[in-house]
């Protein structure tokens, strides 16, 4: 397992943007490429939801249909750190959003594991709230 930890969230007007990054630490060299990464949400009453996804080998990125065109999700190798880019706030983007870490070996797995439990290293999450 890997350690992560969050950070970027905070408050915004509708149609705002923030920046949410996840610093990744405890793996190895040889491994760091082949990871599953994630950020999911969970609002008050709701369950957790993955909006974007990424396979840190490279080749493969995917995100849900509410945030597509909006959020982006990258990495920066060298500071072993995972992002989140998220423009034209909503609302119901309103949530603690999560970062979350397997490895995967292949992208087809990171494909084929989209829900929660799968993932098997998690951040503390990171408050986003959008208001109208």
């Known amino acids: 397992q890997v350690q992560l930890v969050e950070s970027g969230g905070g408050s915004v007007q509708a149609g705002g943007s923030l920046t949410l990054s996840c610093a990744a630490s405890g793996h190895t060299a040889s491994t760091a490429s082949m990871y599953c990464m994630v950020w999911f949400r969970q609002a008050p009453g709701k369950e957790r939801e993955g909006v974007a996804y990424i396979y840190t080998g490279g080749g493969w990125a995917y995100y849900v249909d509410p945030v597509k065109e909006r959020f982006a999700i990258y990495q920066d190798k060298a500071k072993n750190t995972l992002y989140l880019q998220m423009n034209n706030l909503k609302p119901e983007d309103s949530a603690m959003y999560y970062c979350?870490?397997?490895?995967?070996?292949?992208?087809?797995?990171?494909?084929?594991?989209?829900?929660?439990?799968?993932?098997?290293?998690w951040g503390q999450g990171t408050q986003v709230t959008v208001s109208s």
């Open positions: 979350a870490a397997r490895l995967g070996w292949s992208s087809n797995n990171c494909a084929a594991n989209l829900g929660p439990g799968w993932y098997n290293s």
